[in-house]
């Protein structure tokens, strides 16, 4: 099947520094993305839609200036979480549609 | 938007014995209902998925039925075994112009006693 890949698969950061994480589809073009973010024994919950030549469609209650999303090819889209704090600690995964949809493996983030 | 209902929470059967995990949707124009396994620390692996113009689907051990009337759908895991414990997620989408956003449901935590 299609794969997908994400970078870094950890990533520790302290408060008030930005952190970008990369989403990539190996071996098919992905014009539309999608970023999860799942907390602790939680369900996935959309964040963004990320579309290459245009702008992302964040889910209500998501701060676009925050989570920063640029879909710079047809295979790679970025997320940059902005100012980061304790609270957005949390595994982020993105996900690119392929008939079905493929997920990235994830991204721990931890902002001491 | 769409909301999906799962339930139960947690789930432990004995192994060898069958898991049901049910679903509900709102959305009447929701047309793909995925089941995803989610191992801890691991992304979602698609197990099975059916369409709205099919009622029921089967892969081995697993079964997926669906209601489009009342609007709700079930997993169906049949002689468990201890390698079946994990996170179970049932998701819908509306495909419409190309979006192929997933809503999914709040997850079940299925353990297997051996």
């Known amino acids: 099947g299609a794969v997908v890949s994400q970078h870094p698969s950890r990533v520790i950061c302290k408060s008030g520094t930005s952190v970008k994480i990369e989403c990539r589809s190996l071996d098919f073009q992905a014009t539309t993305m999608f970023w999860y973010r799942q907390f602790p024994k939680q369900s996935l919950m959309l964040m963004a839609t990320?579309?290459?030549?245009?702008?992302?469609?964040?889910e209500q209650g998501v701060e676009k200036d925050k989570f920063l999303i640029n879909h710079a090819s047809l295979t790679l889209s970025t997320l940059t979480v902005t100012s980061a704090h304790p609270e957005d600690s949390s595994f982020y995964i993105c996900s690119a549609p392929n008939n079905e949809q493929f997920f990235g493996p994830g991204t721990r983030l931890t902002v001491l | 938007g769409e909301n999906v209902e799962q339930h139960p929470s947690t789930l432990s059967v004995q192994e060898g014995d069958s898991a049901v995990i049910k679903c509900t949707y709102s959305?009447?124009?929701?047309?793909?209902f995925p089941w995803y396994k989610q191992e801890l620390g691991k992304r979602p692996q698609l197990i099975i998925d059916?369409?709205?113009?099919?009622g029921e689907k089967k892969d081995q051990r697993i079964a997926v039925t669906l209601n489009k009337t009342a609007k709700h759908f079930s997993l169906h895991i049949t002689e468990t075994q201890p390698e079946d414990s994990a996170v179970y997620f049932c998701?819908?989408?509306?495909?419409?112009?190309?979006?192929?956003?997933?809503?999914f449901g709040t997850g079940t935590r299925l353990t297997i006693i051996p």
């Open positions: 998701a819908a989408r509306i495909s419409n112009f190309g979006n192929e956003k997933l809503t």
């Open positions: 959305d009447s124009a929701s047309n793909y």
């Open positions: 059916i369409r709205s113009n099919v």
């Open positions: 990320s579309n290459e030549g245009s702008k992302a469609t964040y």
